[in-house]
């Protein structure tokens, strides 16, 4: 890949991440946590789940706040259960390597639509 095209993929996502986290703004007040939010989404929603580590790779020492964040909005869910339902109740939120969560599908139209 040249130069160009990695500043210019680069660039897409910053916009992409820039629109979201704004739209988070409107409901959520942490500015730092909106930012990290935000690309989590966007990874989540064009992978379809997200693990724990790539929360970690992005947010660092904020990956367990980002993740409550969004387990408390149902952003995220936990693709665990505790009774093995998809119920969202019976989700089992762990913030530790190797755990994996994924997008209820609304939330995947909010996050498309954002970006």
Do not use: H
């Not at 789940?49 to 387990?71: C, M, N």
């Amino acid at each position: 890949m040249t130069g160009d095209l990695q500043k210019e993929m680069f660039l897409g996502r910053e916009i992409e991440a820039n629109k979201l986290e704004r739209a988070l703004s409107n409901f959520l007040s942490y500015p730092k946590l909106n930012s990290l939010l935000a690309q989590v989404l966007i990874k989540a929603c064009k992978a379809g789940r997200i693990s724990y580590d790539e929360i970690e790779e992005i947010a660092k020492d904020d990956s367990e706040d980002v993740l409550l964040t969004g387990f408390g909005w149902r952003l995220l869910l936990p693709m665990r259960s505790a009774i093995g339902t998809l119920e969202w109740g019976d989700a089992v939120l762990l913030a530790k390597p190797g755990e994996m969560y994924k997008m209820p599908n609304v939330v995947k139209c909010l996050v498309k639509e954002a970006i």
